[in-house]
Structure formats: structure tokens, C-alpha cells
């Protein structure tokens, strides 16, 4: 039997006074998905009091997560840079409790913060785990005791090009030469991560990784560290999310890796800025015997109204030319079939 699989990426309802309006143009095609993931860049919190425009934390109305359930959100990734604040977190998870909306990647101490969301929907149980490596270094990672994000530190070391490791980087004699940028991820949080994957691989039939991670529009080092790990734990697909842009696609052992999705609902940002013409990525996963069959994408765009619309590819050449080319050098072979671009398994 044929299920179908939507993930979509950052989604942030600030400054949203009506639910109905960020998804109705596309409601229709998300409601129709057996399971339906994104993740939530903001937490549905009230402050109390003014807040300067620079204080970190994304606080969208709670009366404005009305519009993951019009759109049929079944679950979201929680574990991002702007998810912040003991109060903020505490009182968004409880939101998301009351709508029925399961959520993963935060929480009230760090095992909730690393447990799993899992629904089952139409026979079949999905299971997703996110965790972020872009956060802030004081008191957000979900502590022992503490409520935060649960995530994957990642390290940054600066190389001297000794070696001539790119044919355009001119040999070390040459005074001001920069730096190679090295990333990893750090080895026990990654070994913590694959065993909690193996753990839910266990439990559901589909297995959904979610990252918040990245760095404009490059894919780094620890990235695809992590993206690896995460498939040969036993993942069917990688999510990446974050930089707001669309990042390459890869496929690993046969599974997708979307290493950046970029904005799906996002129309105000840090210091109160708007978002203007940005693209972004949903994708569509067909699952048959529990298996991945199909890999197809669409493009989003929003208008002035915040709405989210959806975009073929011969609506987005550019977007699209973009997301070909950056990735074949990770082998991946992108074609156009009627509305959609599809992904070669």
C-alpha cells in the first residue's frame, strides 16, 4: 500500500494575527499527506512585558499555532537556535500538547528534550528525531535538570593550506593567505545520536532525521558527518534546515539527504526584519511496503499576504538550474517530470 510523506522546511509565525492565512494556498496539498513534518522556528509564547528587538528567541502568538493544524502538521522539529528560554520552550511544548501537534527536539530536562516523535498514520508508524547544532552557548542546550534544545555540538578548526589542496589556492609562501575552515562533529554527542536513532529505528517503520545546522549556503564537513551517521543509524531521510536558503540534495545508500530545505512559512525575522523573496523546498516521499519509492520536490515562495505558495520547477528555472548544479558534485541526478523535479534513487 502506497503512503505519502511531506516534509517541508522553517516554519515562523510571528507577527501571523490570523491562522488561516500562512497555508491556505497550499493546505489542500498538506492535508492530503499520510504524515506531514516541518520544523517550528519559533516557540507559541506570550512574553510578558516588552522585549527588545535584539533579545534571541523567535515568540509567535499561541493563538497563531491554530495554523499547523489547519495546514495538518501531524508533527515539528523543535530544536533550533530561536527556540529559546525556560518559559518560552515550557509553554510552546504545552501548545503544541493542547493541539495534538507531536514535537521533538526540546524540552523540560534533556531526555525529553531527545525523545522521539512518533505518530502512526495509515497502518504505518513515522518516527522523527531532531537535533540542532546552530544554538546559542548559554543556557539552551536542555541540561540534566535544565529545559533546552537537545543537540550536536560541532567544532571549528583553521587549517594552513600547506598542501595544495584546490587548484586556485596559491602555495603557503604567499603572505596573507586564509585559512582552510575544518568542521566535525564532536564524537560523543554523535555516538549518543546514532545509538538514540538505532533505538527508534526499532520502533517505527519510517525514520525521519531532522537537523537544524548549516552556514549560508554551504554544506560543511560536519554536515555530511552527520547526515551519514544519521542513515547508516538506520534513517530513511536527512532534513536539513536553517540557513534559510535551498542547499544541495544528496542520496546516501540509496536515501535522501534535503541538506537544506530553506523557508516554507517565514515572513518576519531577527531584529524585526522582513523576509522578501525567498524559495524553499517541500518534498514528497512515496513509501510503499515500507519502503522509499519516490523522491519528488516543489518549490514555495510567499506574497505580501504571508501566504505560501507553491511553485513547479518551470516556474523557478533559476532555483532549479541552482539546485542541479550544486548537486552533482554529491552525484545526485535531478529531471523534471510534469509539476515536480524528481530526485534518482
Not at 515550557?90 to 493542547?98: I, K
Request: include cysteine; proline fraction near 6%; aromatic fraction near 8%.
Amino acid at each position: 500500500m502506497k503512503r505519502q510523506l511531506l516534509l517541508t522546511g522553517d516554519i515562523n509565525l510571528m507577527s501571523v494575527n490570523d491562522p488561516r492565512a500562512p497555508f491556505a494556498r497550499v493546505a489542500a496539498t498538506l492535508r492530503a499527506a499520510d504524515a506531514l513534518f516541518g520544523n517550528l522556528e519559533c516557540c507559541l509564547y506570550a512574553p510578558p512585558g516588552n522585549r527588545s528587538l535584539g533579545d534571541e528567541g523567535f515568540y509567535a502568538l499561541p493563538a497563531a499555532g491554530e495554523a499547523l493544524t489547519l495546514a495538518g502538521y501531524h508533527a515539528v522539529g523543535t530544536a533550533n537556535n530561536v527556540n529559546y528560554g525556560t518559559d518560552a520552550i515550557t509553554r510552546s511544548l504545552q501548545e503544541l500538547d493542547r493541539l495534538g501537534i507531536a514535537h521533538t527536539g526540546s524540552g523540560a530536562d534533556r531526555d525529553a528534550a531527545h525523545a522521539p516523535a512518533v505518530i502512526e498514520r495509515g497502518g504505518l508508524r513515522f518516527g522523527f528525531l531532531q537535533r540542532t547544532s546552530v544554538y546559542w552557548p548559554t543556557n539552551h542546550e536542555a541540561g540534566e535538570h535544565s529545559p533546552g534544545v537537545a543537540v550536536i555540538r560541532g567544532h571549528t578548526a583553521y587549517q594552513v593550506p600547506a598542501h595544495k589542496v584546490q587548484p586556485e589556492i596559491p602555495p603557503m609562501n604567499r603572505p596573507g593567505l586564509p585559512p582552510v575552515v575544518l568542521t566535525w562533529a564532536d564524537p560523543h554527542y554523535l555516538a549518543r545520536f546514532r545509538e538514540e536513532l538505532a533505538a527508534l529505528r526499532a520502533r517505527v517503520d519510517v525514520l525521519v532525521s531532522s537537523h537544524h545546522w548549516g552556514l549560508h549556503q554551504e554544506v560543511l564537513r560536519y554536515m555530511t558527518e552527520i547526515a551519514h551517521a544519521a542513515i547508516d543509524a538506520g534513517a530513511d531521510a536527512v532534513i536539513g534546515h536553517g540557513p534559510h536558503y535551498v542547499l544541495p540534495v544528496e542520496i546516501y545508500k540509496g536515501k535522501p539527504v534535503f541538506y537544506g530545505m530553506g523557508n516554507f512559512s517565514f515572513h518576519t525575522g531577527h531584529g524585526g526584519r522582513r523576509h522578501g523573496d525567498w524559495t524553499g523546498l517541500i518534498a514528497r516521499v512515496a513509501i510503499e511496503d515500507r519502503a522509499l519509492r519516490r523522491v519528488a520536490l516543489k518549490f514555495v515562495r510567499h506574497n505580501d499576504r504571508n501566504e505560501t505558495l507553491l511553485r513547479s520547477p518551470c516556474e523557478e528555472p533559476e532555483a532549479l538550474r541552482d539546485l542541479v548544479e550544486r548537486s552533482v558534485p554529491f552525484g545526485t541526478r535531478i529531471s523534471v517530470e510534469g509539476d515536480e523535479a524528481i530526485v534518482a534513487l
